[in-house]
C-alpha cells in the first residue's frame, strides 16, 4: 500500500493534488482507482497539449495551462514536440511564459538537434547558445541532424 501511496502522490503533484490524493489513496480501498484516474488525467493533458503543439496556437496552448499547478513541467514535457512540428509561436510561449529548459534527454538530445527550419534554429539558438555544439549520446551535433534530416 505505501508503494501505491506514493506513486499516486507523484502523479497527483504533477496534476496539481498534492497530498490530497496520497490522504485519498490510503484511507480508499480502491486506491488503484484514484491512481488509475491521476494517471489518465495526466495522459490527457499530456495529449492535449501535444496536439496544441502540432495544430494550435500560442494562446491556444497557454489556455491548457491556465491556472494549472506545475504548468511549467508540462510546457517543458512538450517542448521538443512543438520543435518537430515547426511551431515556433507555441515554442516562443513555451520558452518566454512558462520557463522551458532545453536540457538533453537521456540520449543526449536537445531541441536544437529537432530544429527543421530556420526561424525555429534561429529561436533555439537565440534563447540557448550554450547547446550550439551538444552532442548527443553518439557525438552528433544539431548541425548533423539539420544535414541528414534535410
Do not use: W
Not at 5 to 22: M, P, Y
Not at 58 to 66: E, H, I, N, P, V
Amino acid at each position: 500500500m505505501p508503494e501505491v501511496a506514493a506513486r499516486v502522490e507523484v502523479f497527483g503533484i504533477l496534476h496539481g493534488a498534492g497530498s490530497k490524493a496520497t490522504q485519498t489513496a490510503q484511507s480508499s480501498p480502491s486506491s488503484t482507482s484514484v491512481q488509475n484516474r491521476l494517471v489518465d488525467d495526466f495522459t490527457d493533458l499530456f495529449n492535449q497539449l501535444s496536439e496544441q503543439c502540432h495544430t494550435g496556437t500560442a494562446d491556444s496552448f497557454a489556455s491548457l495551462l491556465a491556472d494549472r499547478p506545475n504548468a511549467e513541467f508540462f510546457a517543458g514535457a512538450v517542448l521538443v514536440s512543438a520543435v518537430k512540428a515547426d511551431n515556433v509561436a507555441v515554442v516562443r510561449r513555451i520558452v518566454e511564459q512558462f520557463d522551458a529548459r532545453d536540457a538533453p534527454d537521456k540520449r543526449g538530445v536537445t531541441p536544437l538537434h529537432f530544429a527543421r527550419s530556420q526561424e525555429m534554429a534561429m529561436f533555439l539558438r537565440e534563447k540557448f547558445a550554450r547547446n550550439v555544439d551538444a552532442k548527443d549520446l553518439r557525438g552528433r551535433t544539431p548541425l548533423m541532424y539539420a544535414c541528414r534530416d534535410g
